[in-house]
């Protein structure tokens, strides 16, 4: 009892440790969402660098020890806290700011801090703008150069991972048999299952090539680049809707999806497919086949998220979203943080912030449509602006007119809601009016030709960006000269640039020694094929994400891909090639006591299914997969729609096709993906979090799509040896005495085609086939 009581104490200290931890950090918090970012815009001007009256407030010590008229902050006291007077004006000789007063919630902001206990991230001085990186800062493991790593001997992952067990006295467990890795592989590399027939031919090969030919054939399948462009449309958030509040369709959308499934295929160099998606419309090339591929590349930039009624008078809005992705995807830092006020963390001043924010906002971004502009504009399209302009000329000469009735009647069944309408009309009968009026436009506007359209990018207008303070684009500072990360080199474009920058920002960010862009992009790499990265924080290189377990092998593993040319392909080839990749999942139980997340890769990761590999598994086991490419979806004309906050795009396109080539909306989720952790097409997604659910459980055993693919694959079985063909085709094994015992005894009771559909959907509701061993 003693024990137990004892027990029953520790666990309450560490609850009581770890609510304080939670509540520090929700304070802490509190201070850079509420507080910071006040104290940069209203006072750092005369209380940051300078030290007018002698206080300064650009650190908690400097802040807690006052001014010349005293101490202004007392820690959970705002009563006696004269900087809380001084806010709300008590004393107009003391009133700061001395212009005019904060707004009420700002000031009970400040009081709810103090009263808190003023927290303040220790070592964090407030600093807007300042530009300045500390030592301390540019010392962080992810900024330095690639370390050079040598081999002795042997494969270089497995030694590389041997000499971290050796440290622990770990031993990794023995390699998994040929059957769990042609799954394991052919999942990995393609996101499908093999076939009885492929599991049968790689066990009957006694080549002692045998993996290395299977790996070949898997990478040249048409399949890998559907798999694992699927990742990085993760990265990018790809979508084909805007995601504003009428989350209107961008029917070109699948040129930039195609784009990339293509680019993996062919292995296109990784350098290349950066500088591609940055600024392919000003790359060189030989070709105009060339040239619009690039141009297309760009879509990367285009399908930025584009926000409320009115995006097109938002457009900083979407520009902070291609930077905070654009730092997150090719960089793995968090930029966005630096938009109000320097990254609090990560060497990233708010100057750098704007630096590359004057690249995008000197470029045009595709107007996709919106409530208050219905109309879209600003497409690229092949043959150029001068050509297409003159080609298109007649046709919207003819439209324009129509465009003018649709407005204006559109503006009338507006003025409802501003005004009383005295005409003998009312607002049903305006409604009637204009979707006569849409109607009739319509039909001119399925009269222009259809000519070859990207939703990519130009160079605009081009100049620097000037700081909007605390983020606020009415509110602006000074200008900042358009150029890269001062932690990363800090290059600024010359005087006589005449392009947006974007050019070269891709060079900047493909450099070789710029550390982080293979870095990152061989850890996703790693991270895709053992379930998480030698950095776990794949998106997040910086102070705030978690550091290597593997350091040496992570710049191994980047110096490598560099001097392959950047060839993906080449580092699946290298990892693969390992022992360790062909690891069994078998537990070893001094191992798992040491090293339970199995951080240090004694054994493989089981992996569930995600989304994708279910739904396209289920489609090849019943035969009704369409393996054909997807193209363009069945949206309406491009130029007849208008959707409204209240009336969204909600349409939904069935298909047969693989998942990547499904519609991915923005506002309106797809109930299977979010279901099954798919994304979203709204937010960067570095890592999917696989949960287990009862909604999971019950879609295996109730959705009409289980029932149909069941019954369909119970339809198809061969007229003999039908359990033993169903667990190679599902399991990718044969069927066990006992198993075959069961099937029979269960099959006996009634052997029509529901009892088989019924015994189908119970094996793909186990473990066996959602993980892959």
């Known amino acids: 009892m003693k024990q137990f009581g004892y027990i029953i104490v520790v666990v309450m200290l560490l609850l009581r440790c770890g609510l304080e931890q939670v509540e520090a ?27 007018k009256g002698g206080l300064k407030l650009d650190s908690r010590d400097a802040a807690l020890k006052g001014g010349e008229s005293g101490v202004v902050i007392v820690p959970g006291e705002p009563g006696k806290s004269s900087l809380i007077k001084a806010v709300q004006h008590v004393d107009e000789d003391l009133a700061m700011p001395p212009k005019k007063k904060l707004p009420p919630r700002v000031v009970a902001d400040l009081v709810r801090w103090i009263r808190d206990g003023a927290v303040w991230p220790e070592g964090e001085a407030v600093g807007f703008a300042t530009g300045k990186i500390t030592e301390k800062q540019r010392q962080h493991w992810a900024f330095q150069p690639l370390k050079v790593v040598k081999i002795t001997e042997g494969h270089p992952v497995d030694e590389l991972i041997q000499a971290k067990l050796n440290e622990q006295k770990l031993s990794q467990v023995e390699l998994a048999d040929k059957r769990t890795l042609i799954r394991r592989a052919t999942f990995d590399l393609t996101g499908l299952p093999p076939s009885p027939e492929q599991v049968a031919e790689y066990l009957a090969d006694e080549n002692s090539r045998a993996w290395e030919l299977l790996v070949e054939r898997l990478l040249a399948s048409p399949h890998y680049g559907e798999r694992w462009g699927r990742h990085w449309l993760d990265l990018v958030r790809y979508a084909d809707t805007a995601g504003d509040a009428g989350d209107y369709p961008v029917p070109e959308a699948y040129k930039y999806r195609n784009y990339v499934i293509d680019s993996f295929n062919e292995d296109k160099p990784y350098d290349r497919f950066v500088r591609e998606q940055v ?13 619009w591929e690039q141009t297309i590349g760009t879509g990367y930039i285009a399908i930025s998220r584009r926000i409320g009624v009115s995006p097109h008078k938002l457009k900083h809005i979407t520009v902070e979203d291609t930077l905070d992705n654009l730092g997150k995807t090719f960089l793995g830092l968090t930029i966005g943080c630096a938009r109000c006020h320097d990254h609090k963390f990560d060497p990233i001043p708010t100057a750098d912030y704007y630096a590359l924010y004057g690249m995008f906002e000197s470029s045009v971004y595709p107007h996709p449509g919106a409530e208050h502009s219905p109309h879209r504009h600003s497409f690229v399209y092949r043959m150029g602006k001068e050509k297409s302009d003159e080609a298109l000329k007649p046709f919207r000469n003819k439209l324009a007119p129509w465009d003018k009735k649709e407005r204006d009647q559109f503006a009338l069944y507006q003025s409802f809601q501003r005004k009383v309408i005295t005409a003998n009309i009312t607002r049903h009968s305006v409604w009637d009016e204009l979707e006569n009026i849409r109607d009739q436009r319509g039909k001119v506007a399925k009269m222009f030709p259809d000519l070859d359209i990207a939703y990519a990018i130009v160079d605009g207008e081009v100049g620097d960006s000037q700081v909007h303070k605390q983020g606020n684009p009415k509110d602006k500072g000074g200008k900042v000269r358009r150029g890269f990360l001062q932690i990363l080199g800090g290059h600024k474009l010359p005087e006589n640039t005449q392009g947006s920058g974007r050019l070269q920002l891709a060079h900047w960010l493909t450099e070789p020694s710029n550390p982080l862009t293979a870095r990152v992009m061989v850890n996703r790499i790693w991270h895709y094929h053992f379930g998480r ?28 891909f560099i001097d392959r040319d950047w060839s ?48 396209d598994s289920l489609l090849s086991f019943s035969a009704q997969l369409d393996p054909a490419p997807g193209g363009r979806h069945p949206f309406p004309h491009r130029l007849t729609y208008f959707y409204r906050q209240h009336e969204p795009f909600q349409e939904k396109y069935a298909s047969n096709k693989r998942s990547v080539y499904q519609m991915q909306q923005r506002i309106q989720k797809n109930p299977y993906l979010d279901m099954f952790d798919g994304p979203d097409g709204g937010l960067h997604l570095g890592e999917r979090k696989a949960t287990v659910t009862t909604l999971q459980a019950l879609y295996f055993m109730n959705s009409e799509f289980i029932h149909d693919q069941a019954e369909a694959i119970a339809g198809r079985l061969p007229g003999e040896a039908q359990v033993e063909y169903l667990y190679e085709l599902i399991y990718n094994r044969p069927a066990q005495p006992e198993e075959l015992e069961f099937a029979k005894a269960y099959l006996d009771r009634g052997n029509g085609r529901q009892r088989w559909a019924g015994f189908i959907r119970s094996m793909l509701s186990s473990n066996e086939f959602l993980y892959v061993d």
């Open 279 to 291: 600024a392919g419309d000003q790359l060189p090339a030989t070709s105009d086949q060339e040239r």
């Open 25 to 51: 950090g929700e304070k802490a918090d509190f201070f850079e969402s509420k507080v910071r970012p006040v104290l940069a815009t209203h006072c750092f001007e005369c209380h940051g660098n300078k030290d």
């Open 533 to 560: 990265g030698l950095v776990s924080s794949t998106s997040d290189f910086g102070v705030r994400g978690t550091g290597a377990t593997h350091p040496e092998l992570l710049d191994y593993l980047a110096a490598y």
């Open 568 to 615: 993906i392909k080449e580092m699946h080839r290298l990892i693969m090639s390992s022992a360790t990749y062909r690891l069994s999942t078998s537990e070893d139980q001094g191992s798992l006591a040491r090293d339970p997340d199995n951080l240090l890769l004694w054994r493989a990761n089981r992996s569930r299914l995600d989304a994708e590999e279910l739904r």
